[in-house]
C-alpha cells in the first residue's frame, strides 16, 4: 500500500461487466481504494468516462486503434494521461511498482499472462477469470 494507506488497485479488463462493478466498489470506498491503472480491449466510450471518472494513473487498450482513439477523446475533454497499448503494455501495468492488487478480469486466455506476471511479482491478485483458476 502507498503512504496515504489506500490499496492502488490495477483493473484488467474494466470494460467488462466485472471490471464496472469492480469499479463501483471501488467508487463507494474511496478511502480504501485508489484506482492507479485500467486496461481494456477496445471499448473506448467506455473507458473514456472511467479514466474521466476515476484519472488512473496508467491506461492501456489491447488495441492500438483503441488506444489512438482514446488519445483523440482525452485530449478533447482536457485529459493528459498517458495511453498505452498492447500486450506488453498490459503485462508492465500488473507489475508496475504503484499498483498494490490486480483484479484479474480479462476475458479467456487473454488474461493469463498478465495475471502470471503479477502473480511472479508479489502483487495480490483478484481472480475473476475461470481460465486462470484452473
Known sequence: MNPSGKLR???M???GSIGVNTL???SRHPERFEVTALVANSRVDVMLAQVLAHRPKL???ASEAAAAQ?????KENGHTVQVFSGSDAINDVAIHPEVD???AAIVGAA???SSLAAARAG???LLANKEALV
Open 9 to 11: 488497485v490495477a483493473v
Open 70 to 74: 482514446l488519445r483523440a477523446d482525452l
Open 24 to 26: 463501483d466498489v471501488i
Open 101 to 103: 492488487a490486480v483484479m
Open 13 to 15: 479488463g474494466s470494460t
Open 111 to 113: 488474461g493469463l499472462p
Open 123 to 125: 502483487k495480490r491478485l
Open 59 to 61: 491506461v492501456v487498450m
